[in-house]
């Protein structure tokens, strides 16, 4: 009997427009997400060339990485960031663009306010410039981040010429331990596989564990998949998706809804589906997960203790040595106990309200350290309405936290939330690259967001299974 085929190749065949010479094959995007940073210019291009936006009621825009979260009341203090703004708000009424602004109550980071409109949906393919576009995935959409030039090309012509990956089949088996999140369980991932081991691929995540996560939870897991190299990352749609999408603004109502459920049922992976790899990992052997370099590849459990460059293969020890001088770490040392300075709970890794009702629950438990400065940063208005519905900012004022207004923030700070200079950070985002946070030489300790939390109230990294 011939192989069925993986979500992934049934979407990307029903979406295939022509073989190209050269290899690549012309995609059809279903959903194009826009925001202030990529697009601009995009625009600009699409100016010049004369040409209009082709499928306007297929692109959506959104405002997340220049907003400041103290106080999001026009015009900005930040000039830059306010001409970033006037600008998105004219190429979106000029090419007759939706635009969710902070006045429509439905703004956000781009990767949170998608899945919680409806937007993103199961067989889709989903662009935007941004890289942790693979976040869409968790519904079974195969979600691209790509650069300003196709984003150019997405609205000049809705498609994208892209060379097919191969698929790899993940497994996580079990079932996880207390306190151990879905963000544990992508580290643990990208710390196996290393941050180049999914390039080429496309990373199905799929086994008991995966099958359980909620889809905030999928969410997480899928955001990531692009620091581990892959290209997108995806779960099977489910029961569990068709109920969250289920009454959506931009889900299918009435009549659609039965039909949109039978090709969404027909787009998940065949039981005898072909990969191009297959990798399995034991949920029972995951623990808190944190990063202790400058890549989210460079991470250990918390119980366990940084390497040692003699503990690394030769070929790492360069890229080691380089991350434990920038990090101010020693090779042998234990992770926790590893003091911050800051602590930020947010982006669109973790910036969901599960995330925030997780940290609450640590939170609770004391007050942030003295000398330690605490962000909670919502991934969108609907987030934030939510966690107010919930009393979670009153929880986290209590405890010393700083509540703040809905966007990117800290994550990439191109707003004016950063460290300064060596501050160490514990964070729930999804980069430690030098730099990321806002300063040069500031430092970023990934971990999930219980995890900053318990490590906010006592000013190192704690093992937070310690304190649920
Ligand atoms: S939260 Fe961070 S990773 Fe996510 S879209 Fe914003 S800047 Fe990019």
Redesign the pocket.
């Known amino acids: 009997m011939p192989a069925g085929k993986s979500l992934f190749d049934k979407v990307w065949d029903a979406h295939a427009v022509r073989e190209l010479q050269g290899g690549q094959t012309q995609l059809f995007i279903g959903l194009h997400l826009i925001h202030e940073v990529t697009s601009p210019q995009a625009f600009a291009m699409l100016r010049e060339m004369k040409l209009p936006v082709r499928f306007p009621r297929l692109t959506f825009a959104t405002v ?2 220049i907003v400041p979260t103290d106080s999001q009341r026009r015009p900005f203090t930040d000039t830059l960031a306010e001409e970033m703004l006037v600008h998105l708000e004219r190429n979106c009424r000029e090419h007759g663009i939706r635009f969710f602004d902070a006045a429509s109550g439905k703004q956000g ?3 949170v306010i998608g899945p919680e409109l409806g937007l993103t949906q199961p067989g889709m393919t989903v662009a935007c410039g ?3 576009t693979s976040t869409h995935g968790a519904f079974g959409a195969i979600a691209f981040g790509i650069g300003t030039s196709q984003v150019r090309d997405v609205l000049a012509t809705q498609c994208l010429a892209l060379n097919r990956p191969k698929v790899r089949r993940i497994e996580v088996t079990g079932k996880l331990g207390g306190g151990v999140y879905a963000k544990d369980v992508i580290l643990h991932i990208i710390r196996r596989l290393g941050v180049n081991g999914g390039v080429g691929f496309a990373y199905e995540y799929a086994g008991p564990v995966v099958e359980a996560f909620s889809m905030e939870e999928r969410l997480t897991l899928c955001n990531m998949s692009i620091e581990g190299g892959a290209r997108v990352g995806y779960v099977n749609p489910d029961e569990i998706a068709y109920a969250y999408l289920r009454g959506r603004e931009y889900a299918p109502g009435g009549d659609a809804w039965g039909r949109a459920l039978t090709w969404w049922r027909g787009m998940a992976s065949d039981a005898n589906a072909h990969y191009d790899d297959r990798v399995s990992f034991d949920g029972r052997e995951i623990s808190p997960t944190v990063t202790w370099g400058i890549n989210p590849g460079q991470a250990c459990g918390v119980a366990e203790s940084i390497p040692r460059l003699s503990d690394v293969r030769a070929e790492e020890r360069a890229q080691v040595a380089e991350a434990l001088e920038f990090m101010g770490l020693c090779g042998g040392q234990p992770i926790a106990g590893t003091k911050i300075d800051v602590a930020f709970i947010g ?3 973790n910036g969901r309200i599960s995330d925030l009702r997780e940290a609450a629950r640590v939170a609770k438990t004391g007050f942030v350290a003295s000398g330690v400065r605490a962000l909670v940063v919502p991934g969108s208005h609907a987030v934030a309405r939510q966690a107010e519905a919930e009393g979670l900012p009153e929880v986290f004022r209590a405890a010393g936290f700083d509540w703040r207004e809905p966007g ?1 923030s800290m ?2 700070a191109m707003n004016p939330d950063k460290l300064k200079g060596r501050e160490i950070c514990a964070s729930s ?3 430690n690259f030098k730099g990321r946070q806002g300063s040069p030489t500031g430092r970023t300790l990934l971990m999930s967001p219980a995890m900053v939390a318990a490590a906010a109230l006592h000013g190192r990294v704690v093992d937070v299974r310690e304190m649920l």
Do not use: A, E, Q
């Open positions: 997340d990485h980071i781009v990767h941004d890289s942790h982006s669109c890794t990117c994550c990439l985002s999804n980069r």
